[in-house]
């Protein structure tokens, strides 16, 4: 589990270092160019994740994130990983792609709650997971941001 970690950390990186460098020729006695209108930087932030007390399947993963207005499509991802610390040979795993549509990137700081269904096992409460979420804004610098965390999923009460 923790080389999954760190290929996707070194993924990251690679998607920081290939964001375009800002042009540094301007010719003497020209004018730059008038800064553009400041865009807010694409965050994620995974902020919880928990069991859904009805379909022990299904994990319900708390997202925050911002991006800025583009005419580019968005795309928001999100994968749990979890390992059964009593046979490591079974593991749940599942993901999610949240469609365009209901990705709001208007600048401001959002909220949202993605539901990610494992195909393998049921979700072990109280066992670690890999929660890892990744915001894909084309007209963005740099072009995606995400997340990655250890969460040991929970259950919460049936409401």
């Not at 599942?94 to 990137?105: F, I, L």
């Amino acid at each position: 589990m923790p080389v999954r970690l760190l290929l996707a950390a070194a993924g990251l990186l690679a998607l920081a270092a290939a964001a375009p460098a800002a042009a540094a020729d301007t010719p003497t006695g020209t004018p730059a160019d008038p800064p553009a209108a400041t865009a807010a930087a694409t965050t994620v932030t995974i902020t919880g994740a928990a069991i859904d007390p009805k379909i022990p399947s299904r994990v319900r993963v708390a997202l925050a994130y911002t991006c800025a207005p583009t005419d580019q499509p968005r795309s928001l991802n999100t994968s749990v990983e979890q390992t059964d610390p009593e046979d490591p040979a079974t593991i749940a795993f599942g993901s999610t792609r949240t469609a365009p549509t209901q990705v709001v990137c208007d600048g401001t700081p959002q909220t949202q709650t993605v539901t990610v269904q494992s195909k393998t096992s049921n979700w072990l409460p109280g066992t670690d997971s890999v929660v890892i979420t990744t915001l894909t804004d084309l007209g963005a610098t740099p072009t995606a941001a995400a997340d990655a965390r250890l969460i040991a999923l929970d259950q919460p009460p049936a409401p």
